[in-house]
């Protein structure tokens, strides 16, 4: 089994950056692809990026292309997700996710391990 740990997440005024760290225990870290997800209030889960260990490829909703960067610290076991120019519409609970198996849908949410989530709250 593997466990996320996910912090960083917070109040920020439109504009502002944040990055949320999760950390990785259970396994090695370079085995499982990652991700990124948020989830507001009466809407479905969304991808927001996600990277593969084979070969560090990103990927990124277009909501959040050029704001937005993942990477990952496979010596920590742990993922980021730098926030930049956040908008009030970012707001939601953020969650970090797992999953050994290969996929062609890389923001889809089908991932096998979950975090608990972070807030991220951004004020105009």
């Known amino acids: 089994q593997v466990q996320l740990v996910e912090s960083g997440g917070g109040s920020v005024q439109a504009g502002g950056s944040l990055r949320l760290s999760c950390a990785r225990f259970?396994?090695?870290?370079?085995?499982?692809?990652m991700g990124w997800f948020r989830q507001a209030p009466g809407k479905e889960r969304e991808g927001v990026a996600a990277?593969?260990?084979?070969?560090?490829?990103?990927y990124y909703t277009g909501s959040v292309k050029g704001r937005f960067t993942i990477s990952q610290d496979n010596a920590k076991n742990t993922l980021y997700l730098q926030m930049n120019s956040l908008k009030p519409e970012d707001t939601a609970m953020y969650y970090c996710?797992?999953?050994?198996?290969?996929?062609?849908?890389?923001?889809?949410?089908?991932?096998?391990?979950w975090g608990q989530g972070t807030q991220v709250t951004v004020s105009s």
């Open positions: 259970g396994s090695a870290y370079t085995m499982y692809r």
């Open positions: 990277i593969y260990p084979s070969d560090g490829s990103t």
């Open positions: 996710a797992a999953d050994p198996r290969y996929t062609t849908t890389p923001l889809n949410p089908d991932f096998r391990y």
